[in-house]
T-cell receptor, first 114, second 111 residues
Framework: DTGVSQNPRHKITKRGQNVTFRCDPISEHNRLYWYRQTLGQGPEFLTYFQNEAQLEKSRLLSDRFSAERPKGSFSTLEIQRTEQGDSAMYLC????????????FGPGTRLTVT | DAKTTQPPSMDCAEGRAANLPCNHSTISGNEYVYWYRQIHSQGPQYIIHGLKNNETNEMASLIITEDRKSSTLILPHATLRDTAVYYCIVRVEDYGQNFVFGPGTRLSVLP
């Protein structure tokens, strides 16, 4: 078990470009979450998957954001037409439905929009 | 989720107990108290959770007042590696699936 992994760890992009992040959860975990964290703040929930179904989306997830988990394993988060306000750390977490107390977080992808 | 209130920062001497308070005066009867921490440049890490009884694990102890309006996370012998932001969260056991993180308490363990 290597934990939750995220790629890339850092991404610098120009405003208006599209970016895609990948999250590989712990293999037996059927729940997957995306959070966003800005400097000095706690993580903010974006969206949640149970297996391949996207069950909840935050109001923070604008139309420019889309997340997928096509086979119930890894997930991608895409941001279209990036804006400077999208600069943040994007965190992925996974958990097992049998143990809902613990969410295991990855190291995050730091996005900088110039 | 009910809101929590934590001090923005605290210091603790290495080797001493670190006591991190959390107020959750509007907690509902079916909401648990969770603690996570986030070490610099890492994702948050689960520490402990409880409903109304005090809880202890290998990392920490959680003391919840009888009226459940506040709690204290205790790190019995703080080390420099415990320097982190500590988040107190209240949540129904498996409702909404996500955690609502506040700004937390930045604990600095000093040598």
């Amino acid at each position: 078990d290597t934990g939750v992994s995220q790629n890339p760890r850092h991404k610098i992009t120009k405003r208006g470009q599209n970016v895609t992040f990948r999250c590989d959860p712990i293999s037996e975990h059927n729940r997957l979450y995306w959070y966003r964290q800005t400097l000095g703040q706690g993580p903010e929930f974006l969206t949640y998957f149970q297996n391949e179904a996207q069950l909840e989306k935050s109001r923070l997830l604008s139309d420019r954001f889309s997340a997928e988990r096509p086979k119930g394993s890894f997930s991608t988060l895409e941001i279209q037409r990036t804006e400077q306000g999208d600069s943040a750390m994007y965190l992925c977490a996974s958990s097992n439905q049998g143990n809902p107390y613990e969410q295991y977080f990855g190291p995050g992808t730091r996005l900088t929009v110039t | 989720d009910a809101k929590t209130t934590q001090p923005p920062s605290m210091d603790c001497a290495e080797g001493r107990a670190a006591n991190l308070p959390c107020n959750h005066s509007t907690i509902s009867g079916n909401e648990y108290v969770y603690w996570y921490r986030q070490i610099h440049s890492q994702g948050p890490q689960y520490i402990i959770h409880g409903l109304k009884n005090n809880e202890t694990n290998e990392m920490a102890s959680l003391i919840i007042t009888e009226d459940r309006k506040s709690s204290t996370l205790i790190l019995p012998h703080a080390t420099l590696r415990d320097t982190a932001v500590y988040y107190c969260i209240v949540r129904v056991e498996d409702y909404g699936q996500n955690f609502v993180f506040g700004p937390g308490t930045r604990l600095s363990v000093l040598p």
